[in-house]
């Protein structure tokens, strides 16, 4: 007999009678022999209802209050299908995560698990009942027992840590698309349906837009190897499975908190190159990435930071060996990057040997602005400064001193208790991959952009500092190549983004830290979108970036910024532009199929 857990969620239960044909689901799922655990959202809307509901009555609601109202949207759903379930003679139990006992951080609106008690639920299934649980919300810890939630889209999140608890055989997501998709089919009809997606791939789609797994959900099934699988709840088709390698034995108390970052990665074998005050217009980035992908040369790293007057900077690693050649093609280019009417100086083309890669990386880091913050500030204590930083959703890396590079390793390790560094090592799954598994699409962020920080250690370890203690989460970090001498002193920018509810507090702090710090201007864009791709397979793959680039100039659309890992590229655009880029993005690299998907409304 497998132990399953199921989840449902709005659009699954929007209706009496979908709340009917779950229940049918449940009991033939129990009737094939299984024990189950269901996990319920709220039905239809209801959840943006109540935050409309309180809105209307304050523009800056009280979290805990907000998080009691939210808590009811889920209770009445479990009460629903447990009665559905018994009208077909299913004996089940409905009941609110305090009383399944999952108990999370005191922190309201997006409060981590850190443990679940089995032992009710247990008892209940053994006793023969469905046990269906409310998803999304939790108890505090301590003597307070708050009604906690944790985020919008948690439910997910809820079923993978009951499965990892119970030590579930699988953990099924149920909703109202077939899977995953290379793509949102409600932005792109086109989209295709893909049979498994690895974890890490998943863990950045979701983070980077794609709302049918909440992130942090994934984080748990690849830190349990969970298996996952995300299917639709009007078919009986496979769906999609999210695969995970076999993780390190981990213990379930602390669930979520337990170790933010993973790993310890450094890379000397790297070589920087910058091209200093292109044109800022779209296509440059283009014709440059083409021109080497044509080399056959693989690139690393890629960072353009806001733009400056109208020019920008492009910097990017390549393995030492690749250097030369990277080299030529941008000398190359340059000149007749040069010749643009729009560019005021010189564009340059600049080499640097003597840099080594540091990177953490981690599922747990997401949604945990401290992480960074510490980063930064372990090496600033260090006396290491840091010349470029490009992060992911799991990872932040760092273009730093080749000769800072072991000291950087030792600080960081101890900082993260992690046992030793390693190198990046290309997987063998890696390399068999698709290059581009995906793409997403998030218009739900600002920009900041702090210009001329002085370049000194411990600038970047001050700023994210001051963001994490207003636990304001920071999405995409980028520090150009940008450097400028601003009175003697060599300065650099550090821009940012953070959802957009978040842009005001975090234009708070970096006016506040201007006070203290000689800073130049702080900029704030929210009318920005971000397009990504993601894919193992692209690292072993030239010529991704470019063909990316390539499909936004063909549109005219300028890349404002852009930020990359290892497995995805991530261009923030205009948000007017966001939705065209999704779609020619997601064509250049022949994602659509000729099926469209139905996604009910
Ligand atoms: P549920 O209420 O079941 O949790 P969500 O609305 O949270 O459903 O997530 C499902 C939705 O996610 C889909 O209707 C789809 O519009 C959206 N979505 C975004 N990106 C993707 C993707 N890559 N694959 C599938 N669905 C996606
Ligand atoms: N009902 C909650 C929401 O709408 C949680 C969820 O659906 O996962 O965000
Ligand atoms: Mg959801």
């Given at each position: 007999?497998?132990?399953?857990?199921?989840?449902?969620?709005?659009?699954?239960?929007?209706?009496?009678?979908?709340?009917?044909?779950?229940?049918?689901?449940?009991?033939?799922?129990?009737?094939?022999?299984?024990?189950?655990?269901?996990?319920?959202?709220?039905?239809?809307?209801?959840?943006?209802?109540?935050?409309?509901?309180?809105?209307?009555?304050?523009?800056?609601?009280?979290?805990?209050?907000?998080?009691?109202?939210?808590?009811?949207?889920?209770?009445?759903?479990?009460?629903?299908?447990?009665?559905?379930?018994?009208?077909?003679?299913?004996?089940?139990?409905?009941m609110?995560?305090?009383?399944?006992?999952?108990?999370?951080?005191?922190?309201?609106?997006?409060?981590?698990?850190?443990?679940?008690?089995?032992?009710?639920?247990?008892?209940?299934?053994?006793?023969?009942?469905?046990?269906?649980?409310?998803?999304?919300?939790?108890?505090?810890?301590?003597?307070?027992?708050?009604?906690?939630?944790?985020g919008?889209?948690?439910?997910?999140?809820?079923?993978?840590?009951?499965?990892?608890?119970?030590?579930?055989?699988?953990?099924?997501?149920?909703?109202?698309?077939?899977?995953?998709?290379?793509?949102?089919?409600?932005?792109?009809?086109?989209?295709?349906?893909?049979?498994?997606?690895t974890?890490?791939?998943?863990?950045?789609?979701?983070s980077?837009?794609?709302?049918?797994?909440?992130?942090?959900?994934?984080?748990?099934?690849?830190?349990?190897?969970?298996?996952?699988?995300?299917?639709?709840?009007?078919?009986?088709?496979?769906?999609?499975?999210?695969?995970?390698?076999?993780?390190?034995?981990?213990?379930?108390?602390?669930?979520?908190?337990?170790?933010?970052?993973?790993?310890?990665?450094?890379?000397?074998?790297?070589?920087?190159?910058?091209?200093?005050?292109?044109?800022?217009?779209?296509?440059?980035?283009?014709?440059?990435?083409?021109?080497?992908?044509?080399?056959?040369?693989?690139?690393?790293?890629?960072?353009?930071?806001?733009?400056?007057?109208?020019?920008?900077?492009?910097?990017?690693?390549?393995?030492?060996?690749?250097?030369?050649?990277?080299?030529a093609?941008?000398?190359?280019?340059?000149?007749?990057?040069?010749?643009?009417?729009?560019?005021?100086?010189?564009?340059?083309?600049?080499?640097?040997?003597?840099?080594?890669?540091?990177?953490?990386?981690?599922?747990?880091?997401?949604?945990?602005?401290g992480?960074?913050?510490?980063?930064?500030?372990?090496?600033?204590?260090?006396?290491?400064?840091?010349?470029?930083?490009?992060?992911?959703?799991?990872?932040?890396?760092c273009?730093?001193?080749?000769?800072?590079?072991?000291?950087?390793?030792?600080v960081?390790?101890?900082?993260?208790d992690?046992?030793?560094?390693?190198?990046?090592?290309?997987?063998?799954?890696?390399?068999?991959?698709?290059?581009?598994?995906?793409?997403?699409?998030?218009?739900?962020?600002?920009?900041?952009?702090?210009?001329?920080?002085?370049?000194?250690?411990?600038?970047?370890?001050?700023?994210?500092?001051?963001?994490?203690?207003?636990?304001?989460?920071?999405?995409?970090?980028?520090?150009?190549?940008?450097?400028?001498?601003?009175?003697?002193?060599?300065?650099?920018?550090?821009?940012?983004?953070?959802?957009?509810?978040?842009?005001?507090?975090?234009?708070?702090?970096?006016?506040?830290?201007?006070?203290?710090?000689?800073?130049?201007?702080?900029?704030?864009?929210?009318?920005?979108a971000?397009?990504?791709?993601?894919?193992?397979?692209m690292?072993?793959?030239?010529?991704?970036?470019?063909?990316?680039?390539?499909?936004?100039?063909?549109?005219?659309?300028?890349?404002?910024?852009?930020?990359?890992?290892e497995?995805?590229?991530?261009?923030?655009?205009?948000?007017?532009?966001?939705?065209?880029?999704?779609?020619?993005?997601?064509?250049?690299?022949?994602?659509?199929?000729?099926?469209?998907?139905?996604?009910?409304?």
């Amino acid at each position: 007999m497998a132990l399953v857990v199921q989840k449902y969620g709005g659009t699954s239960v929007g209706t009496v009678e979908r709340i009917k044909a779950v229940a049918e689901r449940v009991a033939k799922t129990v009737q094939q022999g299984n024990s189950l655990v269901v996990v319920v959202s709220a039905m239809g809307k209801s959840t943006d209802t109540l935050v409309g509901l309180a809105q209307a009555i304050s523009t800056k609601p009280c979290r805990r209050e907000m998080d009691m109202l939210l808590s009811t949207g889920e209770q009445v759903s479990i009460a629903l299908l447990s009665m559905a379930l018994q009208e077909l003679g299913q004996p089940a139990i409905s009941m609110t995560g305090a009383q399944v006992g999952i108990v999370t951080e005191a922190e309201h609106s997006r409060a981590r698990i850190l443990e679940i008690n089995t032992e009710r639920l247990r008892k209940n299934l053994a006793a023969g009942k469905v046990v269906v649980v409310a998803g999304f919300q939790g108890v505090s810890n301590g003597e307070e027992l708050e009604i906690t939630t944790l985020g919008r889209g948690g439910s997910d999140t809820s079923a993978v840590a009951l499965a990892a608890s119970l030590h579930a055989d699988r953990c099924e997501i149920y909703t109202d698309v077939p899977g995953i998709l290379t793509t949102d089919p409600r932005l792109v009809p086109e989209a295709q349906l893909m049979a498994e997606i690895t974890a890490d791939e998943m863990l950045e789609l979701a983070s980077l837009g794609a709302s049918v797994l909440h992130p942090r959900a994934v984080e748990i099934a690849r830190n349990f190897g969970i298996p996952l699988v995300v299917l639709s709840s009007w078919s009986d088709a496979p769906g999609t499975r999210v695969t995970s390698p076999t993780p390190r034995p981990r213990s379930l108390s602390g669930l979520e908190i337990a170790k933010a970052v993973d790993g310890v990665e450094i890379d000397t074998n790297q070589a920087k190159v910058a091209l200093l005050r292109i044109p800022d217009r779209p296509g440059v980035a283009a014709s440059l990435f083409g021109s080497i992908a044509r080399e056959a040369v693989d690139i690393d790293l890629i960072i353009q930071s806001v733009h400056e007057f109208n020019t920008n900077d492009i910097a990017f690693t390549v393995a030492e060996d690749a250097l030369k050649q990277a080299e030529a093609v941008s000398e190359a280019i340059a000149p007749s990057l040069r010749s643009q009417p729009t560019a005021t100086e010189e564009a340059e083309v600049m080499v640097d040997r003597q840099i080594a890669k540091i990177a953490i990386s981690g599922a747990g880091m997401i949604g945990r602005p401290g992480i960074a913050a510490k980063m930064f500030q372990t090496l600033a204590d260090g006396g290491i400064n840091i010349q470029m930083i490009s992060t992911s959703e799991v990872k932040v890396s760092c273009v730093i001193d080749k000769k800072d590079c072991d000291r950087a390793a030792q600080v960081l390790c101890q900082a993260f208790d992690i046992d030793s560094s390693t190198l990046p090592s290309l997987s063998a799954s890696q390399s068999s991959a698709p290059p581009v598994r995906g793409v997403a699409l998030d218009k739900n962020q600002a920009r900041l952009a702090i210009l001329h920080v002085p370049d000194r250690p411990g600038m970047a370890a001050q700023i994210f500092g001051l963001l994490a203690a207003k636990n304001v989460s920071v999405d995409t970090i980028i520090q150009s190549q940008r450097c400028r001498v601003i009175n003697d002193l060599p300065t650099r920018d550090i821009a940012f983004t953070v959802a957009q509810g978040d842009g005001e507090m975090a234009r708070n702090v970096l006016v506040e830290l201007a006070k203290t710090i000689k800073c130049g201007e702080i900029i704030v864009d929210d009318a920005i979108a971000k397009v990504s791709i993601v894919g193992a397979g692209m690292i072993a793959h030239p010529g991704v970036a470019a063909k990316f680039f390539n499909a936004l100039a063909r549109e005219k659309i300028n890349i404002q910024m852009i930020t990359t890992s290892e497995i995805k590229i991530s261009c923030v655009v205009a948000q007017s532009d966001g939705i065209k880029a999704l779609k020619v993005v997601h064509q250049a690299f022949d994602l659509a199929g000729q099926d469209t998907v139905h996604v009910p409304a």
